[in-house]
């Protein structure tokens, strides 16, 4: 049974840096794009960052763009989100998904189109 594992979430300072894993059991990782998301209280959830199945090209929300960098580590099968610069309004619930999609079909930041969640982690910037 496919299973993703979120860790790494805490409280950092602002302009602090964090590295959230999510491993991945019951499926192989090279099969699937895999994504990031996040959820701030009273808002809905929103796409951060995916790495496409294969070559892995990353995406990244225009507000995360040059802080935040997502790899995976398919030997391990975790994927990882390295956040950097944080600001205050990046606090929210970060979770990872994973998709099967077709090598040739581009993933999306949208969360409908994600098959499989984690159940997340807690990121909260602040001084």
């Known amino acids: 049974q496919l299973q993703l594992v979120e860790s790494g979430g805490g409280l950092v300072q602002p302009g602090g840096s964090l590295r959230l894993s999510c491993a991945a059991s019951?499926?192989?990782?090279?099969?699937?794009?895999l994504g990031w998301f996040r959820q701030a209280p009273g808002k809905e959830r929103e796409g951060v960052s995916y790495?496409?199945?294969?070559?892995?090209?990353?995406n990244y929300a225009d507000s995360v763009k040059g802080r935040f960098t997502i790899s995976r580590d398919n030997a391990k099968n975790t994927v990882y989100l390295q956040m950097n610069s944080l600001k205050p309004e990046d606090t929210a619930v970060y979770f990872c998904?994973?998709?099967?999609?077709?090598?040739?079909?581009?993933?999306?930041?949208?969360?409908?189109?994600?098959?499989?969640w984690g159940q997340g982690t807690q990121v909260t910037v602040s001084s």
């Open positions: 790495i496409s199945r294969g070559a892995g090209s990353p």
């Open positions: 019951g499926f192989t990782l090279d099969d699937y794009a």
């Open positions: 998904a994973a998709d099967p999609i077709p090598p040739d079909e581009v993933p999306s930041l949208r969360p409908e189109n994600w098959e499989s």
